[in-house]
């Protein structure tokens, strides 16, 4: 290791400034969405809870506190999160201290075990079908392709007609869309009056400029398209007779955006929004726009699609993932395959 590595690490005593420098450095390896979600955890979760500590007297005890009140109450108004979000947020805090060889202590991870997926039930995926198909719009197709091909919502945003190739029938999926909050020219975490953290050295200016309010400066965002997290996420898939169909009587220039038929882009968020509303106006329970991509891989597997093909139209990293998520029959084809078992009795 260089002299100039072993001074700056002599300099770095507490947790804050070792996040500051991990940061510093990770900024040009990650994307914008990554070192965005990295700043959000250091400043929401890891530099509130260990602040100044310093760094040789972090030590197990106090690690696994912070899990406990994670899963208790970490979440918005005291709202528990969940056992993969808090690992995640362990794993980048060992990443934080990985440097600094002395911190050796045991971690009990938090379990995640097999969550319940939210999904339709039969009567309600009907019911949306129905509803979809009458006065059908760029709006509904968005959520029909969704329900035939297992898409995910960043993906159907940041989709343009000239993925689609309507020809040989199938969807190119290399691309996906987020809101991410503003990183640009900001390596280090700068502390504000109220003790919250926001990136970067350049804030400084705005800080002192009266027309710059803190609030405006953490809620500052903006929409990119960038290729998928993972290369298994981008994918080509094959678009179903009845999809195909529909797209045909939508097809637009192939520079504007399915979800529009314009040049202008919907972004999830607000998209979101309009599922929710799709979802009233046929008197459906309230659920995330995911619960669609949740409903496609149950009933694949429901109707024997085999796990290999499922995880590779699905964008997983592995076919273990895809068994561990969905290989798990929902209550209506539980209640089903066991009165198989009373025929006859």
Request: proline share 4%.
């Amino acid at each position: 290791m260089s002299k100039k590595n072993n001074s700056v690490r002599s300099k770095i005593r507490t947790f804050d400034k070792a996040t500051k420098n991990f940061l510093q450095k990770s900024k040009p390896k990650l994307k914008d969405s990554a070192y965005a979600q990295y700043i959000s955890v250091c400043e929401r979760h890891l530099i509130p809870y260990f602040e100044d500590i310093e760094l040789n007297r972090l030590d197990g005890k106090l690690v696994n506190d912070f899990i406990q009140s994670k899963l208790k109450n970490g979440g918005k108004n005291g709202s528990p999160l969940s056992p993969k979000t808090v690992s995640d947020m362990i794993n980048l805090f060992n990443q934080i201290i990985k440097p600094y060889h002395n911190l050796d202590f045991d971690v009990s991870k938090p379990s995640q075990g097999q969550t319940e997926i939210s999904v339709l039930t039969d009567a309600e995926y009907n019911k949306l079908k129905t509803y979809l198909s009458i006065g059908t719009d760029y709006n509904k197709l968005g959520i029909i392709t969704a329900m035939l091909t297992g898409a995910r919502l960043g993906e159907l945003c940041a989709l343009r007609w000239g993925d689609i190739d309507l020809d040989n029938g199938f969807i190119r999926i290399d691309k996906t869309m987020q809101r991410i909050k503003i990183t640009d020219n900001m390596p280090t975490l700068t502390r504000i009056t109220d003790g919250s953290l926001i990136a970067g050295q350049t804030l400084n200016t705005l800080l002192t400029s009266p027309a710059t309010s803190e609030a405006k400066l953490k809620n500052k965002t903006k929409i990119i398209i960038d290729t998928p997290k993972s290369n298994a996420s981008i994918r080509t898939i094959p678009i179903p007779e009845v999809l195909l169909n529909i797209l045909k009587k939508f097809q637009c220039p192939d520079n504007t955006y399915l979800l529009t038929g314009k040049w202008k882009y919907i972004e999830p968020r607000v998209y979101q929004r309009h599922f929710k509303a799709h979802l009233q106006a046929c008197d459906i329970k309230d659920n995330k726009f995911h619960t669609i991509r949740h409903t496609f891989a149950t009933m694949a597997i429901s109707r024997g699609m085999d796990i290999k093909t499922l995880s590779v139209l699905l964008g997983h990293t592995d076919v273990g993932f895809t068994m561990k998520r969905y290989v798990h029959p929902n209550m209506e084809h539980r209640r089903k395959q066991i009165e198989k078992i009373a025929i006859g009795f």
